[in-house]
């Protein structure tokens, strides 16, 4: 298993986009020493810490290119269609890509583009 890292400047605003957009559960860890956030949603567990800077710096404004998160999904049709439904913006629709994967991505409140998708047959 592996867990996502997001630092954001808002977490209550970044769980608050997880919770109602993406269906996870949030679990707070606010008085920490480390202040943070666990979300899950199935076996995918995203912790979200605060970040001293004002916005979120994604892959592709970093590198060029680039997800900044990707979930290995079993039914991506009935996962886009229900984040569709719950207002998310949806940057890429489901489609299969160059290197043979069925996927579509999303644009989460801090700019990161998520993927989700399976290495076809």
Not at 12 to 22: C, D, I, P
Not at 50 to 63: C, D, F, I, W
Not at 102 to 118: C, K, P, T, V
Request: charged share 25%; with cysteine; proline share 3%.
């Amino acid at each position: 298993m592996s867990h996502c890292v997001f630092p954001t400047p808002n977490i209550e605003r970044t769980s608050e986009f997880y919770v109602a957009v993406m269906g996870f559960r949030a679990v707070e860890y606010l008085n920490a020493k480390e202040p943070h956030v666990c979300l899950y949603r199935d076996s995918t567990e995203i912790i979200l810490t605060s970040t001293n800077k004002n916005r979120v710096h994604p892959n592709r404004e970093l590198y060029g290119y680039g997800y900044d998160a990707y979930f290995i999904t079993g039914d991506q049709q009935a996962l886009q269609s229900e984040f569709l439904e719950k207002g998310a913006k949806i940057i890429r629709l489901l489609q299969k890509t160059d290197y043979h994967n069925q996927e579509f991505a999303l644009e989460d409140i801090d700019g990161r583009w998520i993927g989700f998708g399976i290495k076809e047959e």
